[in-house]
């Protein structure tokens, strides 16, 4: 169990993404108060899909073979969409993307350049879980944005990303090599953490005094049972 | 002056590409007994998009500041949704996009190994120049497909390939640097050999006992003159 603040959170009911056809939450946390401002928001999450689109470009020129690349190239186009999807909203309010995406480019590439694996099955599997965690962070913290846009962003991000390809990719090889399966569920467990970071740093810093803290633990178990249900999905232990 | 068959060709007017703006051609060669399959062409075209995807990926990846980032980013979507496209027009066929590009992944690889350049800029320039020259080239072999497909794909190949950004990067940091300049206009003459051989190889081998080469050398001579045109525009010497 990850802790976010130093203590153990309260063990609330956990709500589930709706977006990965999980069963709909009983009670939905209230996310508003932890949001970013729009600005904040649009930067980090364009950058980011950026940042999805380039490692599923390298995953596209290293495939071992044409139809894995073909259908990789789709998964990159879909990255690269929402990316321009976002950039057309900085836009649309009268901002210049690069200026809004600057202040995310130093961490983010950090953070892509420590979880693009040492081979392409590791790349692969951090294109599909870091990817799959922070869109489904980013589509659970625009319930925080105003309503003239956080819906329109939701919908956008929560587009299928064409990822079949890397499940199916991955699924395989973990069968047929034990091996590699126990290292990349080596590398999922380390990736979850540095990605967790990644969502962290796009809220405003919790202030204990104001319960933030106990609001926000329960969207990271949220966040990481849907991790765990994609490791399930390939047959990784989390 | 190159020629491609061993002795200098019939000096005939040298018609223009419309698709760049120069006036339209009073004679047009014949080109449609030098196309090759439909199935050739879709699969050879394609795989050239994707390469030159690949090669527009690598830019966005190491491009020097965020602007030109995210300008280049939308280049490198626009030939992946050409890539796609054609991908498209090989499916509704019947075939397998894969099988159909297979015969063409070693010469194209090859092509794309020896074009990437020594660096950031000279890189730019292979996806201009090299990318420009293709287009052009498979707009105008388009001519001699049938009619229920031909033009359709020259419409898709002629879309805008969002190179304004390439060419103003280029054109910068030439008119900022002299050596650059002219290590660049090097390039760019061995490029448009190496590109021109690519062309080559997707027309059916020349039979002079048919006159193919002598209707082949006008369109080589076109293909140059844009090449020229798109040299000059950025001050390079061709």
Not at 29 to 46: M, T
Not at 208 to 217: D, L, T
Request: glycine content about 10%; overall charge negative; charged content about 25%.
């Amino acid at each position: 169990m990850v802790t976010w603040f130093g203590r153990r959170p309260q063990r609330n009911e956990a709500p589930r993404l709706s977006s990965r056809g999980a069963p709909q939450p009983t009670e939905k946390v209230d996310i508003s108060s932890l949001a970013p401002g729009v600005q904040h928001f649009l930067g980090q999450a364009a950058y980011c899909e950026l940042g999805e689109f380039e490692s599923l470009a390298r995953a596209v020129a290293t495939a071992p073979n044409l139809a894995v690349k073909e259908g990789l190239s789709a998964a990159a186009g879909r990255a690269l969409s929402k990316h321009h999807g976002l950039v057309t909203e900085i836009r649309r309010r009268g901002h210049e993307p690069a200026t809004e995406m600057g202040p995310f480019v130093v961490s983010l590439d950090e953070f892509r350049r420590k979880t693009s694996g040492a081979d392409w099955h590791e790349l692969l599997l951090s294109c599909y879980l870091a990817g799959g965690l922070l869109e489904d962070f980013f589509i659970r913290l625009s319930d925080g944005l105003p309503r003239d846009i956080g819906p329109r962003v939701a919908q956008l991000l929560g587009e299928n990303s064409g990822t079949d390809v890397l499940v199916h990719e991955l699924q395989t090889a973990i069968e047929n090599d034990v091996e590699l399966g126990s290292r990349l569920a080596m590398w999922g467990r380390r990736l979850v953490g540095d990605t967790l970071l990644v969502a962290r740093s796009a809220m405003p810093a919790a202030d204990p005094a104001e319960g933030a803290e106990a609001r926000i633990e329960p969207v990271f178990t949220e966040l990481i049972a849907a991790h765990t249900r994609r490791m399930d999905g390939l047959g990784l232990t989390a």
